[in-house]
């Protein structure tokens, strides 16, 4: 099992970038796949980007390709989600979560999220 703690959220102009990061628990962080997902208010929450466990693949929502970038560094036993060129609809808060089965749009843990607001 595991927990996850992200940071890096906050205010942004369009046309910015930001960071976001996930640090997760436990010695079995190579085993998971991990994502990201966001959800705006009065929205369902929507898949972003997922990585698998060797970062050997990599999926992106339509929406964010060519602009945000998922990585993760198993010895540091994080995720990150590197965001450019940010658009006012990219504002909502943003889910980390962790995953067992091996895929992409399936996960077992989450993060707390962390608000991401891109001024016009």
């Known amino acids: 099992q595991v927990q996850l703690v992200e940071s890096g959220g906050g205010l942004v102009q369009a046309g910015g970038s930001l960071r976001l990061s996930c640090a997760a628990s436990?010695?079995?962080?190579?085993?998971?796949?991990m994502g990201w997902f966001r959800q705006a208010p009065g929205k369902e929450r929507q898949f972003v980007a997922g990585?698998?466990?060797?970062?050997?693949?990599?999926d992106y929502a339509d929406s964010v390709k060519g602009r945000f970038t998922i990585s993760r560094d198993n010895a540091k036993n994080t995720v990150s989600l590197q965001m450019n060129s940010l658009k006012p609809e990219d504002t909502a808060v943003y889910y980390c979560?962790?995953?067992?089965?091996?895929?992409?749009?399936?996960?077992?843990?989450w993060g707390q999220g962390t608000q991401v607001t891109v001024s016009s």
């Open positions: 979560a962790a995953g067992s089965r091996g895929d992409f749009r399936r996960y077992d843990y």
């Open positions: 436990g010695p079995t962080f190579s085993s998971y796949y």
């Open positions: 990585i698998s466990r060797y970062s050997g693949i990599k």
